[in-house]
């Protein structure tokens, strides 16, 4: 075979529409052409090969991290260094014979899977924890409970994994993690990556009773990186109903029936048209405006869809009441549906005791994945073994000798975890977020969250709603507080019309449990509503609403059955602005009462509706409906002048007029009539009074919230040690107190020598007679304490023998006057005066035995005393 330049097979493969090259014979390139095709001939030619890389261990490292390589060696680390911690367990540094033999199994199975489906990728079967050294991963799930109400749940264990741990991206999107620490260290961080994250929470969630699996997969770009823009906001907003609070008789349904119409159906039809029309063009613009935001809210396309590692936990139903499984983002803390298009495909979940492979296909979707693992064509088994809840045959089932074989099986099965049981302390709970406070942006809406007492004015959640998806026009502020002195625990801003909702908790002094208000309006006769607890007020209040020129109350279950009333102001004028800013009190024009039905009363004689015309000088009455009746009983009072009023008053017949309902009924006497005008201008005065004590009352109220916004305090409870500065310095003072108690205790001997000493003034030295004095004063004093003490428990023991020989000589003679009661109490005191008898007995008996006892060390002590010296 001719051999042929590389320069000429180039030329010859690149010659375009067979034109030849100038300096080439064109017989030559014929011949060439007429040559046929071999691959000897192009790979004899001469060619350039590319520069030789150095390979360095970085790149056998990184080739190793792609590929999932188990390592086979485990050199000792002596000196760990983590994140400044030094004091790590022998577990974290070396692996013991049988996690040795788990690797091993776990590479030998790597290697089978890897030749058998050439095209998945590695498994992520083991991975170097905080030192460095290579574990299963099964292995670094811990189950743990903690002794918290508030982890009893998966819904609160994830929200909390979720608010307590920063998540933190992979380094690179598609490969797996270079480490896994335990779920320990990822408490102690507080942060960690998908992996770490998903093994801390299925910890907690297998501690509780959950049947959890930590779930090796792939998800969307925003799962990942934990984009939220885009996920409807948790925090739905509250829409409150309307409270109906007038319940008094509709006086609509006896109008006249409005005439008939006698408009042009031409010209309705046309009107009619036009309407259509200009409503089929807000459909248009308002479908134009729903296309362009679900074009905005669309996620914009990835070029690594379906590649990017992720991982996430999967509860299954059958243990604490689960119905269904489901998926638990650990980065969020929210369940997703199996079907979920957050999620592209699954290679593996473990848990604590063995790991299984997915061998379904993942394209149709997550959904149409059956996750019974105990089907081995669906899920191939890491280790032989299962758990005995899953085994049809259960061990009290079977005979005693096949018992035996099952809990003598020969297979290997998972270690116990090598991590430290995780540990979260109360303080660190309450705190709940890494740095205190998180804030998370939802589509349309920003959450801030803090901790409860991080915040000054007790905030601990302030939710901002958006108009658009960019988040550039604020509607609504939505703060949450907690542990206020004001009760105060949610407050709403309406940005679009500066509409403030306060919302308060049982608890004030005024009973206040709403307070409807303009911002930037502190006027007392500015437009606001007040809602009460109308059962802890003595007066049944239950609203206030303040408008510009009127109040009007509203009360709930009140004895007089008074449920409306309504004060109507005269207009306002320059002159009276200006008075009002003095604090003079605002001329009332008239006064409107309402009350419900008595039926012990009739319907004549029961007041409906009460009107205090102040300004005309009259009080008009209207009663409640009779039965069967379509017009109700109306009465008016006419005023007389102010100079004849008083104790002398005249009623007048033209003082007063008014219709009766009640067919054939007798006018009513001018005595009742009077009585019932006197009754009125009673009722006049104490409305009067009730009104002015309701202004009074919003003055003060209006003061006083400027005074808690302004000074704010929070209740702190006597058992928050962590937050009671005052109950902590207490203790930490009475703890030291104690202390030194003891060491004082031990430091001090007491002398039983030092009161004769004081009797001679201390002396540095003693004679002889004054020594031996000395001595058997002592002596003869401790001596007479003896007798003392046994005689006086001897005159007790005598009395009280005495008292129940009294006791059983009285049952005996009126026994049978007794009640049963005053039996059973005398039976009762009998049994504690025997044992107290015998309490007597034990305690001389006692006390006879040790006192020779405490005579002779008494006397040891004083042959050793250094003053006594000079007797021997």
């Known amino acids: 075979m001719s051999e042929i330049s590389a320069d000429k097979l180039y030329k010859s493969s690149v010659e375009f529409d067979g034109v030849p090259n100038e300096d080439e014979n064109i017989d030559d390139v014929l011949e060439e052409e007429e040559r046929p095709f071999s691959y000897f001939d192009i790979l004899d030619a001469p060619r350039s090969l590319p520069d030789p890389v150095e390979l360095t261990f970085e790149h056998l490292k990184e080739v190793g991290y792609e590929l999932g390589l188990i390592k086979l060696c485990w050199p000792d680390i002596i000196h760990p260094i983590f994140e400044n911690r030094t004091n790590f ?179 309705q039809m046309m009107e009619q048209r036009e309407i259509d029309k200009a409503n089929e063009e807000k459909e248009r613009l308002a479908e134009e405006e729903r296309l362009k935001t679900l074009e905005e809210e669309k996620r914009p396309p990835d070029e690594l869809e379906g590649q990017r590692v992720h991982s996430w936990v999967l509860l299954k139903s059958g243990e604490r009441n689960v119905t269904e499984n489901i998926f638990i983002e650990p980065s969020t803390g929210f369940s997703h549906p199996l079907n979920s298009d957050l999620y592209c495909g699954i290679e593996s979940v473990w848990n604590h005791l063995n790991y299984w492979v997915n061998m379904q296909d993942c394209t149709k979707g997550l959904g149409c994945i059956e996750y019974d693992l105990t089907d081995v064509t669906k899920w191939e088994h890491f280790l032989v073994g299962e758990p005995l809840k899953w085994r049809k045959q259960k061990p009290k089932d079977l005979e005693e000798e096949d018992t035996r074989e099952v809990y003598d099986e020969k297979h290997l099965d998972m270690p116990i975890s090598w991590s430290m049981r995780i540990s979260i302390p109360h303080d660190v709970l309450m705190r709940r977020f890494p740095e205190g406070m998180r804030t998370t942006n939802y589509k349309y809406t920003c959450v801030e969250e803090y901790a409860p007492y991080v915040s000054y004015d007790g905030i601990v959640k302030r939710i901002t709603r958006y108009k658009d998806f960019q988040c550039t026009e604020v509607t609504v502020i939505e703060d949450h507080y907690e542990n206020r002195q004001d009760k105060l625990y949610k407050s709403v801003l309406d940005t679009n019309t500066d509409l403030i909702t306060e919302y308060f908790q049982r608890g004030r002094e005024d009973a206040v449990t709403k307070h409807v208000y303009y911002k930037n309006v502190d006027a007392v ?58 604090g ?42 009779g039965k069967g009746n379509v017009t109700a009983s109306t009465r008016t009072f006419i005023k007389p002048p102010i100079s004849e009023m008083g104790e002398g008053m005249v009623f007048k017949p033209e003082l007063t007029f008014g219709y009766q309902a009640e067919v054939g009924a007798k006018p009513p006497r001018q005595l009742n009539l009077f009585i019932l005008f006197e009754e009125q201008l009673k009722e006049e005065e104490k409305a009067l009074n009730s009104i002015r004590d309701v202004e009074i009352q919003i003055s003060e109220f209006l003061l006083l919230r400027a005074h808690e ?164």
């Open 525 to 582: 006769d500015a437009e606001r509503k007040i809602f009460f607890n109308s059962e802890a007020r003595y007066d049944a209040l239950s609203e206030i609403e303040v408008e510009l020129d009127k109040i009007t109350e509203y009360y709930e279950k009140r004895d007089d059955r008074l449920y409306y009333r309504q004060v109507i102001y005269s207009k306002k004028s320059e002159g009276t602005n200006a008075e009002t800013s003095k």
């Open 89 to 267: 367990p022998v577990r974290y540094l070396t692996n013991n014979d049988k996690e040795r033999a788990i690797l091993l199994y776990a590479e030998n199975f790597r290697r089978q899977f890897c030749y058998k489906f050439k095209n998945r990728k590695a498994l992520f079967l083991a991975s170097e924890n905080e030192c460095g050294v290579q574990k299963m991963v099964s292995t670094t799930i811990r189950p743990t409970t903690l002794p918290y109400l508030e982890l009893e749940t998966w819904e609160s264990s994830a929200r909390f994994v979720a608010d307590h741990l920063k998540y933190e991206c992979l380094e690179d999107p598609i490969l797996l993690p270079r480490h896994l620490y335990s779920p320990h260290t990822t408490f102690l961080r507080q942060s960690g990556h998908a992996f770490e994250l998903a093994t801390a929470l299925c910890s907690l969630l297998i501690g509780v009773g959950y049947d959890a699996y930590v779930v090796s997969g792939y998800a969307i770009k925003d799962v990942t990186l934990r984009i939220m823009s885009r996920v409807e906001c948790p925090h739905v907003a509250e829409e409150e109903e309307e409270k109906i609070t007038d319940k008094g008789i509709n006086d609509e349904k006896y109008k006249l029936k409005p005439p008939k119409d006698l408009k042009s159906k031409f010209l």
């Open 709 to 872: 916004m302004a000074f704010n305090k929070l209740d702190i409870s006597l058992f928050n040690k962590e937050q009671n500065v005052d109950f902590r310095s207490g203790m930490l003072e009475k703890e030291e107190q104690h202390r030194a108690c003891k060491e004082k205790e031990v430091e001090e001997e007491t002398d039983y020598f030092a009161p004769y000493l004081a009797k001679l003034g201390y002396p540095e030295k003693l004679t002889y007679d004054q020594a031996l004095d000395c001595k058997y004063a002592c002596l003869n004093d401790f001596k007479n304490m003896l007798v003392e003490r046994a005689n006086y428990i001897q005159k007790t023991f005598e009395k009280s023998t005495e008292k129940l020989q009294n006791m059983k000589n009285y049952y005996t003679m009126y026994h049978e006057n007794l009640t049963p009661e005053e039996e059973a109490q005398y039976f009762e005191e009998v049994n504690n005066m025997i044992t107290y008898l015998r309490t007597l007995e034990i305690r001389l008996t006692r006390h006879k035995d040790l006192s020779p006892l405490r005579y002779e060390a008494l006397l040891t002590y004083l042959n050793d005393h250094p003053m006594l010296t000079n007797l021997y």
């Open 584 to 625: 003079v009190r605002r001329p009332i024009q008239k006064m409107i009462q309402k009350y419900m039905r008595d039926e012990s009363k009739p319907a004549s004689d029961d007041i409906a509706v009460r009107e205090f015309a102040i300004v005309d000088r009259e009080i008009r009455l209207k009663f409640h409906y």
